[in-house]
């Protein structure tokens, strides 16, 4: 039975300020093949989901999109469904052997060219205890609101997807949903852009 997670710790009203899309950047971090075939199917299931929604609404909504991966001729390229959403927001797939994307080098010139610069980032993928989290805590210390989908990442076992994300939460991000984001994002309903998007929601 997985271990369940310790209460919250108190988030500060700064850490809950409305979250606008052109000021958030979503970062999804090595979404791979290879090391996607070892992750527990539900996970892996709603890791997919929460991704391609996010990135569809952050293409939708004016959100720039940046994706990871690591080692791709180890771990293969990025999952097909999720690599088809990230071609059609035009995001850039940067490569690397750093754990944290903040370590690398090409990651970090995409992330200058981002204009206006970012206040917010929405980081998914996987290993949540892995790159996701030391992704989350190097934008958290950069002084990014980091916001880290409970749904948006995975971990091969329950007990280190549950670390990850308590290790997120301590280093200052906020535990959320990908449906919190993106109805965030939209502020009301009614618009063409809640209609496309509430399509993939249910």
Not at 52 to 64: F, H, S, V
Not at 112 to 131: D, I, Y
């Amino acid at each position: 039975m997985p271990t369940p997670m310790p209460p919250p710790t108190p988030l500060t009203p700064t850490a809950l300020q409305r979250l606008d899309p052109s000021a958030t950047a979503l970062v999804v971090v090595d979404v791979q093949e290879k090391l996607a075939a070892a992750m527990p199917a539900p996970q892996l299931e709603a890791l997919t989901r929460a991704a391609t929604l996010l990135i569809e609404a952050a293409r939708r909504l004016g959100a720039p999109v940046l994706a990871t991966e690591q080692y791709p001729a180890g771990l293969g390229p990025t999952l097909r469904p999720i690599a088809d959403r990230l071609a059609q927001a035009s995001a850039p797939v940067i490569s690397k052997v750093e754990f944290s994307a903040c370590d690398a080098a090409e990651f970090d010139r995409a992330w200058a060219k981002l204009a206006p610069a970012p206040r917010a980032a929405v980081v998914v993928g996987m290993e949540a205890h892995v790159c996701v989290y030391q992704t989350a805590r190097d934008l958290a210390a950069r002084g990014m609101l980091v916001h880290v989908p409970l749904d948006g990442v995975a971990s091969r076992r329950d007990d280190h997807r549950l670390a990850g994300l308590d290790l997120c939460r301590a280093a200052g991000a906020t535990l959320t949903t990908a449906e919190t984001i993106v109805f965030d994002w939209l502020r009301v309903a009614g618009t063409d852009d809640f209609k496309h998007l509430a399509k993939l929601i249910r």
